[in-house]
């Protein structure tokens, strides 16, 4: 059983940063990508940021250039920095682990509220 938990989220000013966190855990050798998704109230969940196992990385447009994900192995943990917050990114966070068989996994998510 796959388990992938989320935390670093809060209230941040626009502008700010915050460095999400997933760490997992359970049946996690087989892994095709991890992945940053976020729900806004009212909209469908969409992808934010994605690390496939060899490394490759892509971004929705609206966190090109702000936002960096990243994974240490050893932890087993992938991160979100996410610099230049704007009002428009609040939602809720989830993580993902995607395996090479398209079985999606999902965390409870992580709330991140920018807001002056």
């Known amino acids: 059983q796959v388990q992938l938990v989320e935390s670093g989220g809060g209230l941040v000013q626009p502008g700010g940063s915050l460095r999400l966190s997933c760490a997992t855990s359970?049946?996690?050798?087989?892994?095709?990508?991890m992945g940053w998704y976020r729900q806004a109230p009212g909209k469908q969940r969409e992808l934010v940021a994605r690390?496939?196992?060899?490394?490759?990385?892509n971004y929705s447009n609206s966190a090109k250039g702000r936002f960096t994900i990243s994974r240490d192995n050893a932890k087993n943990t992938v991160y979100l920095q996410m610099n230049s917050l704007k009002p428009e990114d609040t939602a809720l966070y989830y993580c993902?682990?995607?395996?090479?068989?398209?079985?999606?996994?999902w965390g409870q998510g992580t709330q991140v509220t920018v807001s002056s």
């Open positions: 359970g049946s996690t050798s087989s892994i095709y990508a």
């Open positions: 993902s682990l995607l395996t090479p068989l398209g079985i999606n996994h």
């Open positions: 690390i496939f196992s060899s490394g490759t990385t």
